[in-house]
């Protein structure tokens, strides 16, 4: 398997190792040079020494057509040598030549030229070639007007290498050998410094590998990890802490889900034993069918409002945005509820000072405030306050609903949306299953708004909708009030399903709705 380190630790080695090879191999050839030319001077040097006491003869000898001779002192000739003319004619060679030539180069254009040769005796060698102008000789003193000029010669001398190629071959193999060594200490190098840098990478990979579903709660330290890596291991906490709260919601919701149908379950199952124990007896028959058909209603209206929330959150919601005026539909929720606010002496009010209206989905926003305000009146306590104000910041308007809450605490507010959460934990009402803000959310959420709650002083709740896109009122079917008036559903609940009689005489606010097409099943006694 193809890791970080080991691609990382191959690249590492590799650069270093070409690096080196080029380093070296630069090296070296700067070192040859310099060997090379040091030679080369030396093979220069005894050149011009050796061509500095080769003069012309004393007396001029008859034209021939032949190269004059020159007088070459035998005790400065070096022992491979060889005299030319620019022609290339031989004049005078070492005796160890007998009669052949030096290996010569094409042409004597420059006046030093080096060049390498192998020499009769087989060896390896480099050779010289000086062009010069021989010393004249003091009997031989000619016109300095109108006098030729003077003649030059090639003086040829070579020299075993020998001695230089050793030197150059020890020089190679040190250079490899210190090239191998370089390269085995860069390969640990790199090993022990990769593995270094990278080891807490590693442990973070080891740790994200031993998480699962019973260990979310495990957190990463950030501080401790490279710049690099911090990123990374905030976010990765983050989704850690997402996932711990949403298994942790999941696991909530399974049991409430279980303990809100097992009370419901078990009185359907003792009203049946009970009406199969007296089956002669009608009137209890007959209560104990209605009964029933309540218990049925709260069953009914939990996996309903379940329904609608997946349907929100699945995004199968169709939705038709125009403009609502919030004051009319506000007035026909609250002319449903009136009863319960007479009941209970709650001091309403409502203040919209600039008639807003929203562009948005009626029906969705008539199921989100009828949510609200139900649940708003249902734990306002006697003679409570509930106010619903609305206001605006530039082009986005709010709605505001406080009530007041005398029993909730600011550690309650992270929980006030979540599904099947009550205050009350023994779940003493019947009536309410704790799906009615949740499902207030998840449509808000679905037609582009914002719902949050917060707490102001001791004992007053605020839900902010806010999010809502000012326009201008249009008569329309956003504002009739038999649009205004419909709910999400293919069918409608009735209010005797899911609450008693004597609630319903008391004015709930339960009243009959017209299907829409949104494909929502919902109940306004979900909150």
């Given at each position: 398997m193809s890791t970080i380190q080991r691609r990382l630790t191959l690249v590492l080695a590799i650069t270093g190792s070409l690096l080196g090879t080029v380093g070296g191999s630069a090296l070296?050839?700067?070192?040859?040079?310099?060997?090379?030319?040091?030679?080369?001077?030396?093979?220069?040097?005894?050149?011009?020494?050796?061509?500095?006491?080769?003069?012309?003869p004393k007396t001029k000898p008859a034209k021939s057509g032949k190269p004059e001779a020159l007088e070459v002192p035998?005790?400065?000739?070096?022992?491979?040598?060889?005299?030319l003319s620019l022609t290339g004619e031989s004049i005078e060679r070492s005796p160890s030549l007998g009669k052949?030539?030096?290996?010569?180069?094409?042409?004597?254009?420059?006046?030093?030229?080096?060049?390498?040769?192998?020499?009769?005796?087989?060896?390896?060698?480099?050779?010289?070639?000086?062009?010069?102008?021989?010393?004249?000789?003091?009997?031989r003193a000619e016109a300095a007007s109108g006098a030729q000029a003077p003649e030059e010669f090639v003086l040829l001398i070579a020299r075993h290498r020998g001695g230089l190629d050793q030197a150059l071959s020890q020089i190679s193999s040190r250079f490899i050998m210190v090239g191998a060594f370089l390269f085995v200490a860069n390969l640990a190098v790199v090993i022990l410094v990769v593995r270094k840098q990278l080891r807490s990478l590693s442990s973070l990979a080891a740790g994200v590998a031993t998480i699962e579903a019973s260990s979310l709660?495990?957190?990463?330290?950030?501080?401790?990890?490279?710049?690099?890596?911090?990123?990374?291991?905030?976010?990765?906490?983050d989704l850690l802490a997402r996932l711990e709260a949403s298994?942790?919601?999941?696991?909530?919701?399974?049991?409430?889900?279980?303990?809100?149908?097992?009370?419901?379950?078990?009185?359907?199952?003792?009203?049946?034993?009970?009406?199969?124990?007296?089956?002669?007896?009608?009137?209890?028959?007959?209560?104990?069918?209605?009964?029933?058909?309540?218990?049925?209603?709260?069953?009914?209206?939990?996996?309903?409002?379940?329904?609608?929330?997946a349907r929100c959150e699945a995004g199968l919601l169709q939705k038709d945005f125009e403009p609502v005026s919030l004051w009319p539909l506000c007035k026909g929720i609250l002319a449903g509820v009136?009863?319960?606010?007479?009941?209970?002496?709650?001091?309403?009010?409502?203040?919209?000072?600039?008639?807003?209206?929203?562009?948005?989905?009626?029906?969705?926003?008539?199921?989100?405030?009828?949510?609200?305000?139900?649940?708003?009146?249902?734990?306002?306590?006697?003679?409570?306050?509930?106010?619903?104000?609305?206001?605006?910041e530039g082009e986005i308007h709010r709605l505001c609903l406080s009530n007041t809450a005398i029993h909730l605490v600011p550690e309650d507010l992270p929980y006030v949306f979540?599904?099947?959460?009550?205050?009350?934990?023994?779940?003493?009402?019947?009536?309410?299953?704790?799906?009615?803000?949740?499902?207030?959310?998840?449509?808000?959420?679905?037609?582009?708004?914002?719902?949050?709650?917060?707490?102001?002083?001791?004992d007053q709740f605020i839900v902010i909708l806010s999010g809502g896109k000012l326009c201008t009122p249009t008569l329309s079917k956003g504002t009739d009030e038999s649009k205004a008036g419909a709910v999400f559903g293919e069918t409608e609940l009735a209010c005797s399903a899911s609450?008693?009689?004597?609630?319903?005489?008391?004015?709930?606010?339960?009243?009959?709705?017209?299907?829409?097409?949104?494909?929502?099943?919902?109940n306004p006694y979900l909150r």
């Open positions: 070296y050839m700067t070192v040859r040079k310099d060997l090379v030319a040091g030679f080369d001077s030396v093979l220069k040097t005894r050149a011009e020494g050796v061509a500095a006491f080769i003069t012309e035998e005790h400065h000739l070096p022992s491979w040598f060889q005299l052949g030539d030096l290996p010569r180069p094409p042409s004597f254009n420059e006046s030093v030229q080096f060049w390498d040769l192998t020499l009769p005796d087989g060896l390896p060698a480099r050779a010289v070639g000086l062009r010069f102008v021989p010393q004249k000789s003091t009997n709660q495990t957190r990463f330290p950030a501080h401790s990890l490279p710049g690099e890596l911090r990123p990374i291991c905030e976010r990765l906490n298994f942790n919601r999941e696991r909530r919701f399974t049991a409430d889900a279980a303990h809100e149908l097992r009370t419901p379950i078990a009185e359907l199952r003792s009203l049946a034993e009970v009406a199969l124990k007296y089956p002669g007896d009608n009137l209890s028959t007959r209560q104990a069918l209605q009964d029933a058909l309540a218990v049925a209603g709260e069953m009914e209206s939990v996996t309903t409002g379940l329904l609608a929330l009136s009863a319960q606010v007479q009941a209970k002496e709650i001091s309403l009010s409502i203040e919209d000072p600039k008639d807003s209206c929203w562009l948005s989905d009626v029906a969705a926003l008539r199921v989100i405030l009828t949510n609200l305000v139900t649940n708003a009146l249902e734990y306002t306590p006697q003679k409570g306050v509930v106010r619903i104000l609305s206001d605006s979540e599904r099947f959460w009550r205050k009350d934990a023994c779940r003493s009402s019947k009536f309410h299953s704790g799906l009615g803000l949740p499902l207030a959310k998840a449509l808000a959420e679905s037609v582009g708004l914002q719902l949050r709650a917060e707490l102001s002083g001791s609450k008693p009689a004597q609630d319903a005489e008391a004015g709930d606010g339960c009243t009959s709705q017209e299907p829409q097409e949104s494909g929502l099943v919902t």
